[in-house]
């Protein structure tokens, strides 16, 4: 069933807050390279004498055994899999976010969804190897040095034998630590594959130029913040320049998740079965509507009054124009109980029975406003109202008669209207109507009874054209009767709109506001409060959240301190709010510290910077005893987030709206390993460390159509810093400077956000079907980030030397106009609907529409002719 859509779609959510995603460096990449569980402790290794078989069309859990023990992996089998033939495969190199050894995660990210929910859509075999080292540095965990990288060829080896694999019809794709593993994998063995796909990757521009001669397609985000699309423009055009056969596709307004763009397509798997073909256009390839198979969702924590939607009056009366369509089409038909009357007819008395009573009719139009404190009214115009008597038995002393069916029509010149007040109310997570009046009036001349139909009669003096008339005249007598009747049904029609106002789960929206563009969470929103007044319908959402690791089951759940989005910070106007507080992401930061995944060797943050806090000679500046260790002593630096970050001081600025992001307690840690094969690393020197910065977002209206919102740090960072030697390190000088580390930090943050100072990310519309919805301010308030949305004008430009003539309709009005537009003049119009026109000089039946919030131009063609109607250039 259809619903009413009050909601924003996920596909403009993450641009819409877009602001916090660049937030800081060292939370970026934590949660992305974060220690990682390795799965139940009292995990069993399956049988070894068991080997699963084939199931074509799913996945398959298999073991490779060596020498280090067994490593799960999965395989997933095209249907319509022949064994006795050669098939074609994919080797996919998962994100760091799966890295552990409980063999499934690898194929829950990425590609796997994709394949698990479509069967048909790819015709390969796909190898889903897992990188089990979860503490070394992530960028390089599939290189062909690791023992991950070098599991992967043995693993398909073995898979190549006991599939049937075409050995030279073997793709490499990998995605985010994958991309990275698919450039060094793939340039350190090329002679294994058929083709190579990098996502979201990078890597070394020294080990390309093995790839030449191997058709290489590097996909990457324009959005990607957190491996910026800089790093795949480097590599190509270092392979381009080895005389590699490379193509580059930057996706448009795409971050670093860039599955839907590229899984979902039909074309990327038909061009991996012919690798030397021209790349598809991602960009311009129409969706192809697959969806991904979905994570099970078992909520760890809830966080009240997390967010706040306000659906004004100028939205719903929008929404009425389609809600008669979502109706279903036996909205309005139904039974009644069996109605009971008396008469006396010349002295005599008679009983009367009208049984069989069913209703049904059209609903024309559907009118949703808010009109009081808990009141909303729904006005539905109805046509062709029949009330079918299925049979009336009357009966006296001596007489009796029956009668077939009787229709009681009305409607049927023009629509009547039915009044129903009712009262939204939340019953547990569902909205509920509850019908607290209704008002209906049959006019005198738009009704009709037809005459019963098979009448029997008994007794002397009972004629069949006596009880025709006199039930007919009752009945048109007992119009107020009827009138009731028909209201009885009002809580019924309640019910029908009941379940067309259910609110669809904005967590999926909600979670694209999250700010790391790492470990984005999953979160369900359900109506925690609602509230109606005369201008619309406010409601507070709680929300809940699932664990960042999929693989971690049985957390205890917990239910945190209110976020501080309230009902009384929803502005009371009749336009489309949403406010989310962003108190919200401290308590998720705090569940991502909870599961260890708040760890990263600063290594594997993509900005050179960064290197310089892994390097001796610059450490040394500030801990001198790393000058005692020996030269071939390794030297990693980690930093981890131990408290979660918070957000202050939401507020208008000079450059828009602010927030300030905190960081409470971080820490840098200096570990130090001897060489050698099983040496561990040694925690040496910890620095503590603290920062602020603000964050500065602002709504840019380019032109009519377009809006863009500008984020920027301000470059007001504080970060203080104060280190100390580990316990039991036994060196002669003790001195951490923990100051000239933080300011390190700082060189290095600034750095890598200097990078992307003053982004502007578009907005799209929300559309609603029938109508849309358009940015028209963003706001920081207090605590809550709020965006207000308006219903756009539709606008006609004439650029034309010549004047134009044109009428114009809506969906329930007569032709009107005609309207002339001058050249060099606009017409706008304020409509919750497409407008309809038709110009007056040609033939009256070119009918036209034009979107809401369209620009269209009235020009001559660029191959000349008679000026047109044209979209406006931007």
């Given at each position: 069933?259809?619903?009413?859509?009050?909601?924003m779609p996920t596909s403009s959510a993450h641009l819409l807050f877009a602001a916090p995603r660049q937030l800081v460096l060292f939370i970026v990449l934590l949660g992305l390279i974060g220690t990682q569980t390795t799965g139940p402790a009292n995990a069993q290794t399956?049988?070894?004498?068991?080997?699963?078989?084939?199931?074509?069309?799913?996945?398959?859990?298999?073991?490779?055994?060596?020498?280090?023990?067994?490593?799960?992996?999965?395989?997933?089998?095209?249907?319509?899999?022949?064994?006795?033939?050669?098939?074609?495969?994919?080797?996919?190199?998962?994100?760091?976010?799966?890295?552990?050894?409980?063999?499934?995660?690898?194929?829950?990210?990425?590609?796997?969804?994709?394949?698990?929910?479509?069967?048909?859509?790819?015709?390969?075999?796909?190898?889903?190897?897992?990188?089990?080292?979860?503490?070394?540095?992530?960028?390089g965990s599939w290189s062909a040095e690791t023992a991950d990288g070098q599991r992967v060829l043995k693993i398909l080896d073995e898979v190549t034998t006991q599939a049937n694999l075409d050995e030279s019809k073997i793709a490499l794709v990998g995605w985010s630590m994958?991309?990275?593993?698919?450039?060094?994998?793939?340039?350190?063995?090329?002679?294994?594959?058929?083709?190579?796909?990098?996502?979201?990757?990078?890597?070394?521009?020294?080990?390309?130029?093995?790839?030449?001669?191997?058709?290489?397609?590097?996909?990457?985000?324009?959005?990607?913040?957190?491996?910026?699309?800089?790093?795949?423009?480097?590599?190509?055009?270092?392979?381009?320049?080895?005389?590699?056969?490379?193509?580059?596709?930057?996706?448009?307004?795409?971050?670093?998740?860039?599955?839907?763009?590229?899984?979902?397509?039909?074309?990327?798997?038909?061009?991996?079965?012919?690798?030397?073909?021209?790349?598809?256009?991602?960009?311009?390839?129409?969706?192809?509507?697959?969806?991904?198979?979905?994570?099970?969702?078992?909520?760890?924590?809830?966080?009240?009054?997390?967010?706040?939607?306000?659906?004004?009056?100028?939205?719903?009366?929008?929404?009425?124009?389609?809600?008669?369509?979502?109706?279903?089409?036996?909205?309005?038909?139904?039974?009644?109980?069996?109605?009971?009357?008396?008469?006396?007819?010349?002295?005599?008395?008679?009983?009367?029975?009208?049984?069989?009573?069913?209703?049904?009719?059209?609903?024309?139009?559907?009118?949703?406003?808010?009109?009081?404190?808990?009141?909303?009214?729904?006005?539905?115009?109805?046509?062709?109202?029949?009330?079918?008597?299925?049979?009336?038995?009357?009966?006296?002393?001596?007489?009796?008669?029956?009668?077939?069916?009787i229709n009681i029509v009305i409607g049927h010149v023009r629509p009547v209207a039915l009044s129903v007040d009712v009262t939204p109310y939340l019953d547990g997570q569902r909205i509920r109507f509850s019908s607290v009046g209704a008002s209906f009036q049959i006019p005198?001349?738009?009704?009709?009874?037809?005459?019963?139909?098979?009448?029997?009669?008994?007794?002397?003096?009972?004629?069949?054209?006596?009880?025709?008339?006199?039930?007919?005249?009752?009945?048109?007598?007992?119009?107020?009767?009827?009138?009731?009747?028909?209201?009885?049904?009002?809580?019924?029609?309640?019910?029908?709109?009941?379940?067309?106002?259910?609110?669809?789960?904005?967590?999926?929206?909600?979670?694209?506001?999250?700010?790391?563009?790492?470990?984005?969470?999953?979160?369900?929103?359900?109506?925690?409060?609602?509230?109606?007044?005369?201008?619309?319908?406010?409601?507070?959402?709680?929300?809940?959240?699932?664990?960042?690791?999929?693989?971690?089951?049985?957390?205890?759940?917990?239910?945190?301190?209110?976020?501080?989005?309230?009902?009384?910070?929803?502005?009371?106007?009749?336009?489309?709010?949403?406010?989310?507080?962003?108190?919200?992401?401290?308590?998720?930061?705090?569940?991502?510290?909870?599961?260890?995944?708040?760890?990263?060797?600063?290594?594997?943050?993509?900005?050179?910077?960064?290197?310089?806090?892994?390097?001796?000679?610059?450490?040394?500046?500030?801990?001198?005893?790393?000058?005692?260790?020996?030269?071939?002593?390794?030297?990693?630096?980690?930093?981890?987030?131990?408290?979660?970050?918070?957000?202050?001081?939401?507020?208008?600025?000079?450059?828009?709206?602010?927030?300030?992001?905190?960081?409470?307690?971080?820490?840098?840690?200096?570990?130090?390993?001897?060489?050698?094969?099983?040496?561990?690393?040694?925690?040496?020197?910890?620095?503590?460390?603290?920062?602020?910065?603000?964050?500065?977002?602002?709504?840019?209206?380019?032109?009519?159509?377009?809006?863009?919102?500008?984020?920027?740090?301000?470059?007001?960072?504080?970060?203080?810093?104060?280190?100390?030697?580990?316990?039991?390190?036994?060196?002669?000088?003790?001195?951490?400077?923990?100051?000239?580390?933080?300011?390190?930090?700082?060189?290095?943050?600034?750095?890598?956000?200097?990078?992307?100072?003053?982004?502007?990310?578009?907005?799209?519309?929300?559309?609603?079907?029938?109508?849309?919805?358009?940015?028209?301010?963003?706001?920081?308030?207090?605590?809550?980030?709020?965006?207000?949305?308006?219903?756009?004008?539709?606008?006609?430009?004439?650029?034309?030397?010549?004047?134009?003539?044109?009428?114009?309709?809506?969906?329930?009005?007569?032709?009107?106009?005609?309207?002339?537009?001058?050249?060099?003049?606009?017409?706008?119009?304020?409509?919750?609907?497409?407008?309809?026109?038709?110009?007056?000089?040609?033939?009256?039946?070119?009918?036209?529409?034009?979107?809401?919030?369209?620009?269209?131009?009235?020009?001559?063609?660029?191959?000349?002719?008679?000026?047109?109607?044209?979209?406006?250039?931007?």
């Amino acid at each position: 069933m259809s619903q009413f859509r009050l909601w924003m779609p996920t596909s403009s959510a993450h641009l819409l807050f877009a602001a916090p995603r660049q937030l800081v460096l060292f939370i970026v990449l934590l949660g992305l390279i974060g220690t990682q569980t390795t799965g139940p402790a009292n995990a069993q290794t399956p049988a070894a004498q068991t080997t699963p078989a084939w199931r074509p069309g799913q996945l398959t859990e298999r073991v490779y055994r060596d020498e280090a023990g067994d490593h799960k992996y999965q395989v997933f089998i095209p249907q319509g899999y022949n064994s006795q033939n050669k098939s074609p495969a994919i080797v996919f190199l998962h994100g760091a976010g799966e890295r552990g050894n409980d063999g499934a995660k690898q194929a829950k990210v990425g590609i796997g969804p994709y394949l698990v929910a479509n069967p048909s859509l790819c015709p390969f075999v796909v190898v889903f190897p897992q990188a089990e080292d979860t503490t070394g540095r992530a960028l390089g965990s599939w290189s062909a040095e690791t023992a991950d990288g070098q599991r992967v060829l043995k693993i398909l080896d073995e898979v190549t034998t006991q599939a049937n694999l075409d050995e030279s019809k073997i793709a490499l794709v990998g995605w985010s630590m994958g991309g990275y593993g698919a450039w060094n994998l793939g340039s350190s063995t090329p002679n294994r594959w058929s083709a190579i796909v990098p996502l979201s990757g990078g890597g070394d521009n020294d080990l390309v130029a093995k790839l030449v001669g191997k058709p290489v397609w590097a996909i990457h985000g324009e959005t990607d913040s957190l491996v910026r699309p800089t790093e795949s423009r480097r590599l190509t055009t270092a392979l381009r320049e080895a005389g590699g056969n490379v193509t580059y596709t930057e996706l448009t307004g795409v971050g670093h998740d860039l599955f839907a763009k590229v899984f979902a397509q039909p074309a990327f798997y038909k061009w991996l079965q012919n690798p030397e073909a021209d790349v598809p256009d991602l960009n311009t390839l129409p969706a192809s509507g697959l969806a991904a198979a979905p994570l099970p969702f078992r909520p760890v924590m809830e966080i009240p009054n997390a967010a706040t939607v306000r659906v004004g009056n100028e939205v719903l009366r929008a929404l009425s124009y389609t809600a008669a369509n979502r109706l279903p089409a036996n909205a309005l038909s139904g039974l009644l109980a069996d109605m009971y009357d008396s008469t006396s007819v010349q002295g005599r008395s008679f009983s009367i029975q009208f049984s069989g009573l069913s209703y049904n009719g059209r609903v024309d139009r559907v009118q949703i406003r808010a009109v009081g404190t808990e009141r909303l009214n729904v006005l539905l115009s109805l046509s062709n109202i029949t009330l079918t008597i299925g049979g009336t038995y009357v009966s006296g002393a001596r007489h009796a008669a029956q009668t077939g069916p009787i229709n009681i029509v009305i409607g049927h010149v023009r629509p009547v209207a039915l009044s129903v007040d009712v009262t939204p109310y939340l019953d547990g997570q569902r909205i509920r109507f509850s019908s607290v009046g209704a008002s209906f009036q049959i006019p005198p001349d738009n009704w009709y009874i037809t005459q019963p139909a098979g009448i029997s009669v008994q007794g002397f003096g009972m004629t069949e054209e006596a009880v025709s008339s006199g039930l007919t005249s009752g009945l048109y007598g007992a119009r107020s009767r009827i009138e009731n009747e028909v209201v009885k049904a009002a809580p019924t029609v309640a019910a029908q709109l009941e379940q067309q106002f259910q609110l669809l789960d904005l967590g999926p929206f909600l979670a694209q506001l999250w700010p790391l563009p790492v470990y984005q969470p999953r979160l369900r929103a359900k109506p925690q409060q609602i509230s109606t007044d005369a201008s619309g319908v406010s409601l507070v959402l709680a929300v809940e959240a699932s664990s960042f690791d999929p693989a971690l089951l049985n957390q205890p759940f917990k239910r945190v301190a209110p976020a501080g989005a309230g009902i009384t910070s929803v502005p009371l106007d009749d336009k489309f709010h949403v406010a989310i507080s962003p108190s919200m992401w401290s308590a998720l930061s705090g569940q991502m510290i909870d599961e260890g995944l708040a760890r990263i060797d600063v290594l594997d943050i993509p900005h050179d910077q960064f290197g310089k806090l892994a390097d001796r000679e610059t450490l040394s500046t500030a801990i001198p005893a790393l000058r005692e260790f020996p030269a071939e002593h390794e030297l990693r630096t980690e930093f981890t987030l131990k408290q979660p970050l918070s957000v202050e001081g939401g507020r208008e600025g000079a450059s828009g709206a602010e927030l300030d992001f905190v960081l409470p307690k971080a820490s840098l840690l200096v570990s130090t390993r001897k060489p050698g094969a099983g040496s561990q690393w040694a925690p040496f020197a910890e620095v503590d460390l603290q920062m602020k910065e603000t964050l500065a977002g602002r709504l840019l209206k380019p032109n009519f159509v377009d809006r863009k919102l500008e984020v920027a740090w301000k470059g007001n960072r504080q970060i203080n810093g104060e280190g100390r030697l580990l316990a039991n390190t036994d060196v002669a000088s003790k001195e951490v400077d923990g100051t000239n580390l933080a300011a390190l930090f700082a060189t290095a943050w600034g750095g890598w956000t200097d990078q992307s100072l003053a982004i502007a990310t578009t907005v799209p519309d929300v559309d609603l079907g029938f109508t849309r919805l358009r940015l028209e301010d963003f706001t920081a308030a207090g605590n809550v980030l709020a965006a207000k949305f308006t219903i756009p004008k539709i606008r006609i430009t004439n650029s034309s030397p010549e004047k134009f003539v044109y009428e114009t309709k809506g969906p329930f009005s007569p032709w009107g106009g005609p309207f002339i537009l001058e050249p060099g003049k606009s017409h706008e119009y304020d409509l919750p609907y497409p407008l309809t026109y038709r110009p007056s000089s040609t033939s009256k039946s070119e009918v036209y529409s034009l979107l809401v919030g369209s620009h269209s131009e009235y020009r001559v063609p660029l191959t000349g002719g008679s000026p047109r109607l044209f979209q406006a250039k931007r």
